[in-house]
Nanobody
Framework: QVQLVESGGGLVQPGSSLRLSCAASGRSFNKYVMAWFRQAPGKEREFVSSITGSVGVTYYGDFVAGRFTASRDNAKNTVYLQMNSLQPEDTAVYYC?????????????????WGQGTQVTVTS
């Protein structure tokens, strides 16, 4: 059983940065693929990033365009999402997800464990 708790969201102006954190409970954290998805009002959940277990290979959604960086600290059971150059269209609830085995990195249905989400609002 894995429990995920996101933090770090907030209200920021365009061009700002935020760092989201996702703390995981449970064992064998380094064996889990971790991912970030986001969901804006009235839209489907969208893939943001994923990072593999011990090696830490990262994947990103096309819209990221080099602005976001995912990382993980296996000693702290935590994954991070550094978000730079935030724009109003980045406004959404950001969710952390995890699974032991993932076939499709960018598909929400392939992840079993989910956090409650953290709100990110970008507005001037």
């Amino acid at each position: 059983q894995v429990q995920l708790v996101e933090s770090g969201g907030g209200l920021v102006q365009p061009g700002s940065s935020l760092r989201l954190s996702c703390a995981a409970s449970g064992r064998s954290f380094n064996k889990y693929v971790m991912a970030w998805f986001r969901q804006a009002p009235g839209k489907e959940r969208e893939f943001v990033s994923s990072i593999t277990g011990s090696v830490g290979v990262t994947y990103y959604g096309d819209f990221v365009a080099g602005r976001f960086t995912a990382s993980r600290d296996n000693a702290k059971n935590t994954v991070y999402l550094q978000m730079n150059s935030l724009q109003p269209e980045d406004t959404a609830v950001y969710y952390c997800a995890a699974d032991f085995s993932v076939r499709r990195w960018n598909v929400a249905d392939d992840y079993y464990y989910w956090g409650q989400g953290t709100q990110v609002t970008v507005t001037s």
